[in-house]
């Protein structure tokens, strides 16, 4: 069984920071890719932002300079450092890695999500 579990969300004023905590557990042999999707009310799940296992990241347009993704192989866990937090960046935010499990098949996982919002 593998789980995905994460923490850090929260309620911030505008221009504050959070960070967000994914700790992947389970008969992981490896992982892939591992990033964080935000859903705010009435919208679709979008990217924020992911990670290689080699490092390489990428950015929604909309969080690029202000967040900041991150990880840790040897915790299997995955950050995001979120800075100058917007209202708008409100949304439940979910963490997800490719996974290979130790029976040599490749998952796709999901975190139940962390609510994030910003508000005065």
């Known amino acids: 069984q593998v789980q995905l579990v994460e923490s850090g969300g929260g309620l911030v004023r505008p221009g504050g920071s959070l960070r967000l905590s994914c700790a992947a557990s389970?008969?992981?042999?490896?992982?892939?890719?591992m990033g964080w999707y935000r859903q705010a009310p009435g919208k679709q799940r979008e990217l924020v932002a992911a990670?290689?296992?080699?490092?390489?990241?990428n950015y929604a347009d909309s969080v690029k300079g202000r967040f900041t993704i991150s990880r840790d192989n040897a915790k299997n866990t995955v950050y995001l450092q979120m800075n100058s937090l917007k209202p708008e960046d409100t949304a439940v935010y979910y963490c997800?890695?490719?996974?290979?499990?130790?029976?040599?098949?490749?998952?796709?996982?999901w975190g139940q999500g962390t609510q994030v919002t910003v508000s005065s």
């Open positions: 997800n890695a490719d996974l290979l499990l130790a029976t040599m098949t490749r998952g796709d996982y």
């Open positions: 389970g008969s992981i042999f490896s992982i892939n890719a």
């Open positions: 990670i290689t296992s080699g490092g390489s990241t």
